[in-house]
């Protein structure tokens, strides 16, 4: 207790820190900064977004096709997520328990999509279905529409959210080594029992971190999404599109109520992913980098 | 003895080293397909397409007046608000890194909310405030200076989304910096403005570079947040994601693919240039990320 205090005091004149006047006012301009970017917009969402009342609020998330919209953006997800989280599986397997040439190369292409304006994710999409290419009147002919409908929008989401998981996984599993794995093989184990029952076990807090972070993406990709969509009103529009949609239309409290939804979801993302970097810090690769 | 027991070492070029965990062909087989699938031949055709307008073409397309004002303002407005964020980033992560404070664990997890919070939000949500009636947009309106609907309001989103990319950048590689350095510099006379000015900067660099060129890659590319409070007034505010946006509803898909394929060959451009800085920096300094 003594040494702690002395200690505190001490520090208080260390050279190796500032005076404790300069350190409140550097505190202080970094704090101001943040809620004036970062907390003022998140405020701002939720109050227009209850700025008629919280009557007007909840008529708006009833609306008909809010509703298609909400329930749109959660299939998305669905699909794209998992999608993703079974490449993630793979592609860190194969890299983090194999040596083999060229595996540095993979690894940045993985993180390819993240260097790609999202508006130009969409646009690949458009020039390989759109009209004028090879497969969309090929498909069309099978009754297969992928540009303004549902596969084209998946498509584009799986796109901006393709290295999420991957880029989670690759480090922590490097980190672990093959030794589990090894381990479990020698003592009788198949591949499957080893990946079953030792290395998700290994690596679930790491895989839940990454889905955490490509869900919260998947549901709130615009750029896109808007690209591929069509914006066909009540059917291929999602959450953050129908927020545009009503936005330009000046029913801006609408266009909030919706998007205080997408906030909602955002700060729930951001207080799972604390948590897991609190409790689970060591079993996590890349908390503090993505 | 030990080569007796050992497997005769494989001669020549082998593409993948022996290892007992099975897996390995079905793994990356499946990797390399959904990779090619879902990014590559997409990318692919992106290419195509305009390598098929040939040099002339393309040249011409690209330097049509709208498109190069698009580039323009997509790229002036990413270089401020990367500067800006370099500064304030930077002193973001050393006050959460060095010192401690009531709410510290909670304004480090709000650095990540540009990351969770979807665009389209972030950007009605800045337009709200910056409108000349909003909270902000009130207090400059009666300066004479309009943010919201002018390249002010393109900085102030772009500065939104970047500012993750420059804190998370510097904060682990402020986290390694040894504290011995410091005490050295302090023993030898130094004081604390030339041990951080000559010390610890210096040492930062290669991160604050890299946060940089990340928080202008992002800006350069943005969208979402921005096309709201842009006004997109072509040559002025209109960003050159969204032209490739309006190019596409007007059908002009060569228009649109010359700006993707500009933009493209720009940030992958950047992305070297972040791995040169990384390489450098593990050279110099013996980390990087």
Request: glycine fraction near 8%.
């Amino acid at each position: 207790m003594a040494t702690k205090l002395r200690a505190r005091r001490h520090r208080r004149v260390s050279p190796t820190s500032e005076s404790r006047p300069v350190q409140w006012l550097l505190i202080g301009i970094a704090l101001a900064f943040m809620a004036v970017i970062l907390l003022l917009p998140l405020y701002a969402v939720f109050h227009e977004a209850l700025i008629k009342g919280i009557g007007a609020f909840f008529a708006a998330l009833g609306e008909k096709d809010a509703q298609a919209a909400i329930r749109l953006t959660l299939l998305v997800a669905a699909i794209a997520v998992p999608l993703n989280v079974v490449f993630g599986l793979a592609a860190s397997w194969a890299i983090a328990k194999f040596e083999f040439k060229g595996k540095a190369f993979l690894i940045t292409l993985i993180d390819l999509p993240f260097s790609v304006s999202p508006v130009i994710s969409g646009l690949v999409y458009v020039l390989l279905f759109g009209a004028g290419s090879f497969l969309g009147p090929w498909l069309k002919s099978y009754g297969i529409e992928v540009l303004f409908a549902l596969p084209g929008i998946v498509l584009a989401t799986i796109f901006v959210t393709f290295p999420f998981v991957a880029r989670e996984l690759i480090p922590l599993m490097q980190d672990q080594g093959t030794g589990d794995e090894e381990a479990a093989l020698s003592l009788g184990a198949n591949g499957w029992q080893t990946f079953w029952r030792v290395t998700l076990p290994n690596i679930k807090w790491g895989l839940l971190y990454g889905v955490l972070l490509c869900n919260a993406r998947a549901m709130g990709e615009f750029g896109a999404v808007a690209v591929v969509s069509g914006k066909i009103r009540g059917q291929t529009t999602t959450m953050p599109l129908q927020v545009e949609m009503l936005y330009n239309e000046y029913n801006a409290a609408a266009a909030f109520a919706l998007a205080s939804l997408l906030a909602l979801l955002a700060l729930v993302t951001l207080v799972l992913k604390t948590a897991l970097e609190w409790r689970f810090g060591d079993e996590i690769a890349a908390a503090a980098k993505h | 003895m030990s080569a007796a027991v050992s497997p005769a070492p494989r001669r020549g070029w082998s593409f993948r080293r022996p290892s007992v965990i099975p897996g390995f062909g079905l793994t990356l087989g499946f990797t390399l397909t959904y990779f090619s699938l879902v990014i590559l031949i997409p990318l692919l055709a992106l290419a195509i397409r305009s390598a098929g307008l040939g040099p002339e073409g393309f040249w011409k397309a690209a330097t049509d007046p709208r498109v190069l004002g698009s580039l323009r303002v997509s790229f002036v407005t990413a270089l401020i608000a990367a500067g800006v964020n370099v500064v304030f980033g930077t002193l973001i992560a050393w006050v959460l890194v060095r010192y401690r404070f009531p709410g510290r664990r909670i304004f480090d997890a709000i650095i990540d909310l540009p990351f969770a919070l979807p665009t389209a939000v972030a950007g009605i949500a800045l337009t709200a405030i910056y409108a000349p009636n909003g909270t902000i947009g009130a207090l400059f309106a009666p300066l004479g200076w309009r943010i919201a609907y002018t390249p002010s309001g393109i900085v102030i989103a772009m500065i939104f989304i970047g500012l993750p990319f420059v804190v998370r950048t510097i904060q682990p590689i402020l986290e390694e910096v040894s504290h011995e350095v410091e005490e050295a510099s302090a023993t030898l006379g130094a004081s604390r403005f030339q041990t951080i000015t000559r010390i610890i900067l210096p040492s930062l660099t290669p991160a604050i570079l890299t946060g940089f060129a990340l928080a202008f890659a992002r800006g350069v590319g943005e969208y979402g947040s921005i096309i709201f409070i842009a006004g997109n007034i072509p040559f002025v505010s209109e960003i050159a994601p969204l032209l490739i946006y309006i190019r596409l509803q007007e059908f002009n898909y060569v228009g649109a693919t010359v700006i993707a394929t500009v933009m493209l060959l720009l940030s992958f451009a950047l992305l070297f240039i972040i791995n040169l800085i990384q390489a450098w920096s593990r050279r110099r300094y013996g980390y990087g990320n």
